[in-house]
Nanobody, 121 residues
Framework: QVQLVESGGGSVQAGGSRSLSCAAS?????MGWFRQSPGKEREGVAS???????RYADSVKGRFTISQINAKNTLLLQMNSLKPEDTATYYC??????????????????WGQGTQVTVSS
């Protein structure tokens, strides 16, 4: 069982920036971020594999950057130009196989406990 621990959530004003990090207890091939707002389904935000291939949701392209520190099994998410609609609980996700499955079969992902990001207008 992979343990994921997120940190970095908090409150920020619209237009501001925030960084999230996620520490994994062991190696996984793919890691990513999802988010969920009250009354909405959990949605994929970004993912990255060990080869550095990335994928982003259209809503965050050009504003968010996902990266990783392989030696530390650590995932990062730099969020810039934040909007009120980015307000959500952000979850770190991981799986041992391809990132395609992180997005297409999220019920089989490993999940962190979530960290709240609140963007005020």
């Amino acid at each position: 069982q992979v343990q994921l621990v997120e940190s970095g959530g908090g409150s920020v004003q619209a237009g501001g920036s925030r960084s999230l990090s996620c520490a994994a207890s062991e190696y996984t091939y793919c890691m990513g971020w999802f988010r969920q707002s009250p009354g909405k389904e959990r949605e994929g935000v970004a993912s990255i594999d060990r080869q550095g291939s990335t994928r982003y949701a259209d809503s965050v392209k050009g504003r968010f950057t996902i990266s990783q520190i392989n030696a530390k099994n650590t995932l990062l998410l730099q969020m810039n130009s934040l909007k009120p609609e980015d307000t959500a609980t952000y979850y770190c996700a991981a799986r041992r196989d391809y990132c395609h499955y992180l997005w297409s079969a999220p019920s089989h992902n490993y999940w962190g406990q979530g960290t709240q990001v609140t963007v005020s207008s």
